[in-house]
């Protein structure tokens, strides 16, 4: 699963319990509806047809928008059962190999 999070200078990172890890920081809205579309494209199966791959990336990118709209309004849990903030993706995350983006 992938998490928005909100850094404390207001722009967007996300944080994947795949790899415990922040795979993407100081992010837009937009560039993490990229990153969510670019996630489905590589994740697709190949028995997919492109009509519905073109409609996941479509979804994709929509939740995306949706859920960063929630966390930069301060209402992550409105996006997540269980929101994580900075500090605790900081503390799941190596933080020699990611240095703060403030």
Known sequence: ?????????????VYSTVVDDLVMNDATPDEVADEAAD?????ASPHATP????????????????????????EPHRAY???????????MTDSETHPHPC
């Open 39 to 43: 996630f489905v494209r590589e994740t």
């Open 1 to 13: 699963m992938r998490q928005i999070v909100l850094q404390p200078d207001g722009r967007l990172a």
């Open 81 to 91: 059962k269980h929101p994580l903030t900075w500090q605790e993706s900081e503390a």
């Open 51 to 74: 009509e519905q791959v073109a409609e996941r990336i479509r979804r994709a990118r929509g939740t995306a928008h949706r859920n960063a709209a929630h966390v930069l309004a301060g």
